[in-house]
């Protein structure tokens, strides 16, 4: 099972929005809606985002969304703050009965 | 609150065995399903295993199958996870991870703190 696609890098300035892709295939990220999104700062424990696309944790911000369209899942930041540079992995379930990462995308608020 | 804490890391040899072990609490441990993920040295998350709230069932990811077996506890709220043929790729810090009843909504709320293997 080969990872889920995320850009490298994303950035932008605070205030603004930001939105990190997550491409997979019909078996996986575009078959399923269960679509997480976790957020791991340096030498921290991931943390959950955003789980089944789009809903969001309880205590998790509403800065944070999360939608799908055909095989990419998208995770928006809007009005970035300095706390939101960090890693961010999207995640889904496959047909193959597994759970499969995305490669990771680093935010850097500039 | 939920909490989890990994333990069993360490130094081994390529080709060497390990267990890793999970003691939970805070939680019914038997009506979640739980999951083991790895994270090598400066790299991504990768999903290793997973297995069912009453251990009847249980999901590996493709590098694993085979050499690596989850196991769970539930008299003792613990999650296992032994490891062996060992190869240097296997170099990374192993977390697990509460889930959902069904292991594939990948909702992982609670986190453990990680123990590191190194195969070398």
């Known amino acids: 099972q080969s990872a889920l696609t995320q850009p490298a890098s994303v950035s932008g300035s605070p205030g603004q929005s930001i939105t990190i892709s997550c491409t997979g295939t019909?078996?996986?990220?575009?078959?399923?809606?269960?679509v997480s999104w976790y957020q791991q700062h340096p030498g921290k424990v991931p943390k959950i985002m955003i789980y089944e696309v789009s809903n969001r944790p309880s205590g998790v911000s509403n800065r944070f969304s999360g939608s799908k369209s055909g095989n990419t899942a998208s995770l928006t930041i809007s009005g970035l703050q300095a706390e939101d540079e960090a890693d961010y992995y999207c995640s889904s379930y496959t047909s193959s009965g597994t759970l499969v990462f995305g490669t990771g995308t680093k935010v850097t608020v500039l | 609150e939920a909490q989890l804490l990994e333990s069993g890391g360490g130094l081994v040899q390529p080709g060497g065995s390990l267990r890793l072990s999970c003691a939970a609490s805070?939680?019914?441990?038997?009506?979640?399903?739980m999951s083991w993920v790895r994270q090598a040295p400066g790299k991504g998350l990768e999903w290793v295993s997973a297995i069912s709230g009453n251990g009847g069932a249980t999901y590996y990811g493709d590098s694993v199958k085979g050499r690596f077996t989850i196991s769970r506890d539930n008299s003792q709220n613990t999650l296992h996870l032994l490891l062996t043929s060992l190869r240097a790729e296997d170099t990374a810090v192993y977390y697990c991870?509460?889930?959902?009843?069904?292991?594939?909504?990948?909702?992982?709320?609670?986190w453990g703190q990680g123990t590191l293997v190194t195969v070398s």
């Open positions: 805070g939680f019914t441990f038997s009506s979640f399903a």
């Open positions: 019909s078996s996986d990220v575009g078959g399923y809606k269960y």
């Open positions: 991870a509460k889930g959902r009843p069904w292991f594939g909504d990948n909702y992982f709320d609670c």
